[in-house]
T-cell receptor, first 114, second 115 residues
């Protein structure tokens, strides 16, 4: 598989529950990004990893959000105490090198908080 | 402040018509990258093109063409002889050299092609 893989594809959760999403980037890509896309909008940057180091976090990423990339491979995005406003598509992307070559997005995880 | 503006929310055309999507960007960097992505109803973002700020040569790929003009900070996208399969949301995005590769997207333009 040469693409970016995200699991699950869909997640429905009750308000207040915790959820975790997983992203498996293209194997040789050292950079990994998380974005959030709400209905009718373009994706918005959340956070970025270079190898295992989280180098930037958007102000959109509240304290309830945490992301990890252990060993510089797959990444997880956890949302604690979900709120209805967290309902969105969460997209992962990976790339390689100093400039954004090969920037590839996964299919996303659609989160619905009820 | 919005750095990428796609003023057209939705464009409807009949099959075989040409359609041009506008993208205006704002940056102080001299080195940057511009992208176009297609998002069909399935939701996945499909890469169409990447262009760096030093390459103003227009590009054509099949029925797709792009017009990059630094003087007007625009990177417009034209679909020639549109087809129903072109129906999707199209996003323009900017990556600035000091932003570690993160993309700043416009709000997108919905293209509807009817038979």
């Amino acid at each position: 598989d040469t693409g970016v893989s995200q699991n699950p594809r869909h997640k429905i959760t009750k308000r207040g529950q915790n959820v975790t999403f997983r992203c498996d980037p293209i194997s040789e890509h050292n950079r990994l990004y998380w974005y959030r896309q709400t209905l009718g909008q373009g994706p918005e940057f959340l956070t970025y990893f270079q190898n295992e180091a989280q180098l930037e976090k958007s102000r959109l990423l509240s304290d309830r959000f945490s992301a990890e990339r252990p060993k510089g491979s797959f990444s997880t995005l956890e949302i604690q105490r979900t709120e209805q406003g967290d309902s969105a598509m969460y997209l992962c992307a990976s790339s390689v090198g100093l400039i954004p070559y090969g920037y590839t997005f996964g299919s996303g995880t659609r989160l619905t908080v009820v | 402040a919005q750095k990428v503006t796609q003023a057209q929310t939705e464009i409807s055309v009949v099959e075989k018509e040409d359609v041009t999507l506008d993208c205006v960007y704002e940056t102080r960097d001299t080195t940057y990258y511009l992208f176009w992505y297609k998002q069909p109803p399935s939701g996945e973002l499909v890469f169409l093109i990447r262009r760096n700020s030093f390459d103003e040569q227009n590009e054509i790929s099949g029925r797709y063409s792009w017009n990059f003009q630094k003087s007007t900070s625009s990177f417009n996208f034209t679909i020639t002889a549109s087809q129903v399969v072109d129906s999707a949301v199209y996003f323009c995005a900017l990556s600035e050299i000091d932003s570690w590769g993160k993309l700043q997207f416009g709000a997108g333009t919905q293209v509807v092609v009817t038979p």
